[in-house]
């Protein structure tokens, strides 16, 4: 189980699941509780085969009632973008099932959208799927404050709730550990292309990706004290001591990698006690 300031995040918590993972926000009294499991390459319907790889199927389960639109909408989302990470070549007529459950969430809800495509990564990783490689996806709402002279945009990654329904726009990124963008989702209106490049840096910033302009953005992390930090370098995520998500993600995937590997510690220990007897 790895814990940060604002999440916590267990592995494996489903044992009949091939790989599994369940995320906590925030980890004293959370408000947001999704779980997500994966079961594949499994058989599939010859109707719905592909020839030359696997298929993908993702189910996005909310906490009370049926799925509807939203979660169907949800689910291609995250399809797309597990189908530009997981190599799929390599399990042709095959099929991988992902499933989210949404255990709990507060009452404005919102924050799975920004949260399945990490835990998607964490339970691929837990079910031994390949991937090209790990990706993060966070959520930056934008808040516009009149001044005297002009106009200013805040930018806030992961805000809470209560504050998101206050948002002039909302913006849902995806990006690999290079910062490469897999996914962008907006909603809201907003002042262009420049707040749209805002928020992108934000998301960056929160993720622990490089950027290479060397802009100031003014960012909020979700309750804290507002900070101007410099993009491109200076504080890990954009606040002291709030660990980025892709330090979050190789922190939980070193826990279990050091699991899957504690038989071996065990074994040395036990040759060595045989040799000394």
């Known amino acids: 189980m790895t814990t940060t300031t604002t999440t916590t995040t267990t592995l494996s918590p489903l044992h009949r699941a091939d790989g599994s993972a369940t ?5 004293a009294r959370p408000t947001t509780i999704i779980t997500g499991a994966v079961n594949g390459p499994v058989e599939i319907l010859r109707r719905d085969e592909l020839v030359h790889e696997a298929a993908i199927e993702v189910s996005i389960r909310p906490a009370t009632g049926v799925g509807g639109v939203r979660e169907r909408h949800l689910e291609s989302l995250v399809q797309t973008t597990l189908r530009a990470v997981v190599l799929v070549q390599q399990f042709p007529r095959m099929l991988i099932q992902v499933v989210l459950q949404v255990v709990k969430q507060p ?7 920004s949260t399945g495509g990490l835990y998607s990564t964490l339970a691929l990783l837990s079910a031994g799927i390949p991937l090209r490689g790990a990706f993060t996806s966070t959520l930056v709402a934008v808040f516009h404050r009149r001044n005297d002279n002009d ?3 805040e930018y806030v990654s992961d805000p809470d709730p209560a504050r998101l329904v206050h948002a002039s726009s909302v913006h849902v990124f995806a990006l690999t550990l290079r910062g490469e963008m897999l996914l962008c ?21 929160r993720a622990g ?3 290479d302009e060397e802009t100031d953005v003014e960012m909020e992390m979700g309750t804290e004290t507002k900070t101007k930090t410099r993009v491109g370098g200076g ?6 001591g709030e660990p980025s998500l892709e330090s979050a993600l190789r922190k939980t995937v070193r826990e279990m990698v050091d699991a899957d590997q504690s038989w071996k510690a065990a074994a040395a220990v036990a040759v060595a006690a045989a040799g000394t007897i």
């Open 209 to 211: 990706c490089g950027v």
């Open 235 to 240: 504080v890990e995520g954009g606040r002291e």
């Open 23 to 27: 995320y906590k926000h925030p980890p």
């Open 151 to 153: 106009n200013e945009s």
């Open 107 to 113: 009452r404005e809800g919102g924050r799975e959208s």
């Open 185 to 205: 989702e907006s909603e809201g209106g907003g002042s262009g292309w420049e707040e749209w490049e805002g928020a992108l840096d934000c998301a960056r910033r």
